[in-house]
């Protein structure tokens, strides 16, 4: 589960705010619990590993977003219809879903996103049809979005750095 101010989450909650023009459908993040009503968009951020060194805090991250509907009450036209209403919020504006991204993000500069892939599915045993796609990121917590910058590290107050580490 993601803490609000890490990158994974804010990623999540970034990319989740680029579907609110997708009408009737239902959008989880990972730090949603419970059961999810159909049709829904479900958002899962991964941070795979830290670019550059080690405590860089520049993470390469993977994200899936899977849409998910009812087999028994929807035709595959509309599901296929809805999918790419969602594809369409990634890239059609014109803007790169970089820019998009980070347009809708505070606390994170992401430097790269990309769709990496595309899984299309049927689950037989839950009578739902679910298609996905994977997002590459990379991506930084902003050091003026979490309140770091405030802090003051001249040599007078060295005490402020225990409070951070």
């Known amino acids: 589960m993601s803490i609000p101010n890490s990158p994974d989450y804010q990623l999540e909650q970034s990319i989740a705010s680029l579907f609110s023009t997708v009408t009737g459908v239902n959008i989880y993040t990972t730090t949603r619990t419970g059961a ?16 550059i060194t080690p405590y860089s805090g520049v993470y390469d991250m993977q994200v899936s977003v899977d849409y998910s509907d009812t087999s028994a009450k929807v035709s595959f036209s509309t599901f296929d ?6 594809f369409a919020c990634l890239y059609g504006t014109g803007q790169s879903l970089q820019f998009q991204i980070q347009e809708n993000s505070t606390d994170i500069h992401v430097y790269m996103a990309r769709i990496s892939s595309q899984t299309p599915t049927i689950e037989v045993g839950k009578r739902a049809w679910k298609r996905g796609l994977v997002i590459s990121a990379i991506a930084t917590s902003d050091p003026t979005g979490d309140g770091q910058a405030n802090l003051d590290f001249s040599e007078f107050l060295n005490s402020q750095y225990l409070a951070v580490i």
């Open 36 to 51: 999810k009503l159909f049709p829904y968009i479900a958002i899962s951020a991964i941070p795979v590993r830290q670019l």
């Open 81 to 86: 219809s809805t999918y790419l209403d969602i």
